[in-house]
């Protein structure tokens, strides 16, 4: 594992660890609102383990998404413009495309996720930035 992150710089490393504890402090703090809300009116607000689980992987698509950008960035910065642009729209055109299909999958089996707590975790970089 530690050969797979050897040629990632020392910034990406360290911007993502800020990001991911951001975003899971905030995860955290979105599964409270549903608990708090859920004792409040248990039958309009969900609090079970689609909520959990639908969370958990929200945060991880949003940090994933993270650092992919960091990755893309660091060796966009290497080259000359053009290639550059080329390079960070494709990447963000892959990375939506991957965001896009983790949501289509869970909306598929909604019978284990919660789409919101799916949705939602999915802004906490910008948060967490």
Sequence with gaps: MGRM??????????????VAIG???CVILMWAVFGIG??????????DYTVILAGFIGGVVAV????????????AVNTDEKTAK?????????????????????VLFKDYFNIVTLLVPLFFPRIAI
Aim: glycine share 4%; aromatic share 12%.
């Design 5 to 18: 992150f050897a040629d990632v710089q020392p910034a990406v490393k360290k911007e993502t660890k800020k």
């Design 23 to 25: 975003t899971f402090v």
């Design 38 to 47: 859920h004792l409040a009116v248990p039958e309009q607000i969900p609090f």
């Design 64 to 75: 994933l998404n993270f650092f992919l950008m960091g990755l893309t960035v660091q060796k």
């Design 86 to 106: 080329t390079r960070l729209k494709f990447s963000q055109s892959l990375r939506s495309a991957g965001m896009f299909l983790v949501i289509a999958l869970c």
